[in-house]
Each structure stands twice: as C-alpha cells, then as structure tokens.
C-alpha cells in the first residue's frame, strides 16, 4: 500500500504561515526521485521532514530562525521527466529569489540541487559559488546514460560556469578526479577532514562572496543519517557538519541552502526529526551572520 504523503507547513506547531513577501526562508518541497543508484526513498524525505518539523521548539538553542519568516510552498509537481521537472524547479524557484528571498530546497534525490541553481540563474542572480556537502562527487558527464542522474548535478553546476567547493567526499571516480582538475573544483575531502575532525574551513580569497549551500544528507556518517540512498562509512559528524557550514557562513553570504537524498526509514522517526532539525540550525546559523 502507498503511503499517502502530506505537506504541512514548516514548523506548523509554532508559527502560522506568514505572506511570502514577510518570509526570509521560502521552503520548496520537491518529492523527486528518478535515477538513484542502490536504495531508494527519497522521493517520501520532504514530507517526512515537514511533518518532523511540528516537533521543533521555535528556539533552536541559541535564538529564534523563526522570526525572519518561513513561507512554505506546495510541492513541485515531479509527474514528468527529468528535463521538466528541473523547469518546473526552476519556476518555483525564480520568483522567490527575484523578491529577494532564500530558496531552502527539500528533496528529492540530489538533480532536485540543478533545478534550483537553473531558478536563481534564471532570476538573474550571477557571481556565486556553490559549496556541496557529500559523499560522493556527483560530478561524473552522465551516469548510465543520463546527464541528469543524481551522480551528474555537481557536473551539470559546474558547467554553468559555477565556481564550487566540496566538502567530505568520499566516493569517486577517475573521470571526477579529471573534472575537478578541469574546473578548478576546491575541495577538502572526507579523509583530510574526519580524522582531524576538522569543523571550520578558509575559502578561498577568490570564491565568490554569495554562497549556495547544498547538503547531500549521504554526507554525514551513516552512524548518524543511515537514512538515505548510498551511504558511505565515514562521513561527517553532527556538529562537524553544522561548524562547516557555520564557517562558511561567517565568511559569506548565504542565499540559498537545500537538503538533500533524505530517505525515511519506516519505524526509525528520530532520522526525520533530525534532518528536520539540521534544516532548522541551519536556518539559525543564517539568522546569526546576517
């Protein structure tokens, strides 16, 4: 039997949904999921985490996200192929970002990431980086044949001309290793950073000044999200995760963050309430460096 998914409102226990032209984060549900490689899942991890939300405090340990505004969106309809659903992304995307908002993307397997860098260029927004992250590279040309697998969406980015930082990879292949050469991809993989327990990171004095902030849930350690797709052993910590994103914060301006390739287990809710948390921090780390 399917499970007959549900879109609630971010934080719907607390708060009340605001216009959208009085809400900083605008939150776009996107139920995709088309090309994931092992498990599968993702296309439940919005609405698993919406629902999670209700569970939150409006204080997150150290001030109120809440309080610049959370407008959540309707899904974006996923019924087509991949083309159409990162155009229908797009047009979620583009009017939020012209009125000066924060998209804050939920998937959905990791092309959902495309989709939303295609709205914000569309919008007309130029001159910014993307820092990603992952388990895994995603930047090979195609994946079984597909230019848009979950496996490409860092490729088809940096095709656009967008410079891109990588954070915790852990998984990749020759042709990738070519293609971060080939883009001048910065990068500081998982074996540099978790056995340091490095949680802070100096971008470079040429990353651009504007940030798009992807988070691949696959990132983290399997020990903390086995809920998800393709994990990989020996990914990032809770609050090493969460201190990278925060350095990056501090150093740029974020406009635009997503999570990404959360699967739900069925039964295991303390997964949903955390990805639904993360989203929350990192709302709040926003909140703190403006």
């Not at 001048?184 to 651009?208: C, H, K």
Request: hydrophobic content about 40%; some cysteine.
């Amino acid at each position: 039997m399917t499970k007959e998914l549900t879109y609630p409102i971010f934080l719907g226990s607390e708060i009340e949904q605001p216009k959208p032209e009085e809400a900083l984060f605008h939150i776009v549900p996107v139920p995709f999921e088309r090309t994931v490689s092992y498990g599968g899942g993702t296309n439940e991890g919005p609405s698993a985490i919406l629902e999670a939300s209700w569970q939150l405090e409006e204080w997150d340990g150290k001030s109120k996200p809440c309080e610049l505004g959370i407008y959540t969106h309707g899904p974006v309809d996923c019924n087509a192929d991949a083309d159409q659903v990162i155009e229908n992304i797009a047009a979620a995307v583009k009017p939020i970002c012209e009125m000066g908002k924060m998209p804050v993307g939920i998937g959905g397997e990791h092309t959902v990431t495309y989709g939303i860098i295609k709205g914000m260029l569309d919008a007309g927004i130029k001159d910014f980086g993307i820092v990603q992250i992952d388990a895994h590279a995603d930047l090979r040309d195609a994946y079984e044949g597909d230019k848009y697998s979950h496996a490409s969406v860092m490729k088809r980015c940096v095709d656009e001309g967008i410079p891109l930082y990588q954070l915790g990879i852990r998984a990749y292949c020759e042709e990738e290793i070519e293609i971060r050469k080939k883009h001048g991809v910065y990068y500081q993989d998982a074996d540099d950073l978790v056995p340091q327990n490095i949680s802070a990171i100096e971008l470079p004095e040429d990353f651009p000044k504007k940030v798009f902030f992807t988070l691949d849930i696959d990132g983290l350690d399997p020990s903390v999200f086995p809920s998800t797709g393709t994990p990989v052993p020996g990914g990032l910590g809770w609050y090493q995760t969460l201190g990278l994103f925060e350095s990056v914060a501090k150093q740029r301006e974020i406009i635009g963050f997503d999570v990404m390739e959360f699967a739900p287990i069925a039964g295991f809710h303390a997964y949903d309430f955390a990805a639904s948390l993360l989203m929350y921090k990192m709302m709040g780390i926003i909140e703190r460096s403006r």
